[in-house]
């Protein structure tokens, strides 16, 4: 009788043990999981964005729409068209100067503003070129990987939203630009995101590259344009 409730205790406390010991791998593998997929930044206004592990990177996931620098500067928001297109100093609008616009698309700025180095959270930048080509890399190319980067669906993106799976988790959506002359062109076309990168264009230095992604194509295009174009930004975190 002893030996029987010794043999019982013994598969009892081993029965103990295997259950703690998968309790702590579950519950460590649940917080690695929130960790990797779902953890957030925040800005300094306050707005929190998801962000997505590519490669060796993490991006933020959402478009940036901070209307204050990091230092707690305000960044100033233009406009009128003329003001705008007149503009050598940082400044941003929401597309068609509609707030509504801003949830979903986020902010649109002038490339004087990602000179400040001062646009993105404590920790991430506004991306260089090298860190879009390393973007790239990861996803087999800008020949094809726009297609993985683009939101799935029509909810944003104009038909035909073409070969768009965002199998990468980047969530791209067509905040469309504002032109140097003050205009706004292509939401829910195109989109459109500044590197941190001057590049001499026709013998122009006033030139930066940016990336861009159409609805009918799953092309990462790579073009330069003048800093006084507003586009969109995504942060990428230090390394």
């Known amino acids: 009788m002893n030996l029987n409730r010794k043999t019982m205790f013994t598969e009892w406390t081993k029965s ?3 259950l703690l010991v998968f309790s702590v791998f579950t519950g460590c593998h649940s917080r690695l999981e929130k960790e990797g997929k779902g953890s957030q930044i925040r800005d300094i206004d306050g707005n929190t964005y998801n962000t997505v592990k590519i490669g060796d990177q993490l991006w933020m996931a959402e478009n940036l729409k901070t209307a204050t620098f990091s230092d707690g500067t305000p960044i100033p928001r233009v406009e009128d068209y003329e003001e705008w297109a007149s503009l050598t100093l940082p400044a941003y609008s929401w597309y068609n100067n509609d707030s509504l616009n801003v949830e979903d698309f986020g902010a649109l700025y002038n490339c004087y503003v990602i000179e400040t180095e001062k646009l993105c959270p404590d920790g991430w930048h506004v991306p260089t070129d090298g860190d879009w080509i390393a973007l790239e ?7 094809t990987g726009g297609g993985a980067m683009k939101e799935s669906g029509l909810g944003h993106w104009k038909t035909p939203n073409t070969e768009a799976s965002n199998e990468s ?3 791209a959506l067509p905040g469309g630009y504002r032109s140097y002359n003050g205009t706004f062109n ?3 076309i195109d989109g459109f995101w500044w590197s941190s990168s001057e590049k001499s264009w026709y013998g122009s230095l006033n030139t930066v590259i940016y990336r861009n992604l159409k609805y009918d194509g799953s092309d990462l295009y790579r073009e330069v344009a003048v800093k006084a174009n507003g ?8 390394p």
């Open 169 to 171: 988790g980047f969530s």
């Open 16 to 18: 103990i043990s295997l």
């Open 186 to 188: 292509l939401m829910r």
């Open 137 to 143: 890399t990861s996803l087999g190319g800008a020949a």
């Open 231 to 238: 586009f969109s930004v995504r942060c990428v975190q230090n």
